[in-house]
């Protein structure tokens, strides 16, 4: 295998392992956190969605969806402008993981989380727990089904490369 190969493949791997991880965490939100969080008082399941939001933050969950999109990023440059078989399939996974998840991220979800940290715990925030619970969710299916689609765009890459 040539070192170009060699480099390509092994940012590929990354960006295929990031994309599914990230899409294994929203999985984990889309299908049972949310609603957990939704069982709980609004003031309770708002102060815990906080927490989890401002934790996040300072885990190794930032590299990892940053990392990812700064791979899928160079990804896309290399199948745009070096053509091969797998380029196709490169330029899909970054795209998938670009707009589907981290434009996703800033255009909607964030707005949503930090609605919800703005909030002032002693009103009445019901309402505005219930629309949060109900777009929040609906927003992080789509992340989890592109992350998803990433990864398996990236590793088709390695298929029809190798």
């Not at 990354?14 to 294994?24: E, K, V």
């Not at 434009?103 to 964030?110: D, G, S």
């Not at 990864?151 to 029809?160: K, L």
């Amino acid at each position: 295998m040539a070192p170009l190969s060699i480099a390509l493949f092994v940012l590929t791997l990354a960006a295929a392992l990031g994309s599914a991880t990230i899409g294994g965490l929203y999985f984990a939100f889309s299908t049972f956190v949310m609603r957990a969080l939704g069982e709980r008082p609004p003031v309770e399941g708002m102060a815990a969605m906080v927490s989890i939001n401002r934790v996040i933050l300072r885990s190794l969950f930032i590299p990892v969806f940053m990392g990812t999109g700064v791979l899928s990023l160079i990804l896309a440059l290399y199948g745009g402008f070096v053509r091969t078989e797998a380029s196709g399939w490169l330029l899909s996974g970054a795209l998938a993981y670009l707009a589907g998840n981290i434009w996703l991220t800033m255009a909607y979800n964030v707005p949503l989380n930090n609605a919800i940290d703005r909030a002032d715990p002693a009103a009445d925030n019901e309402a505005l727990w219930k629309h949060y619970l109900v777009r929040w969710t609906q927003w992080n299916h789509v992340r989890t089904i592109a992350c998803l689609a990433a990864a398996g765009f990236f590793i088709m890459a390695m298929v029809v490369d190798g």
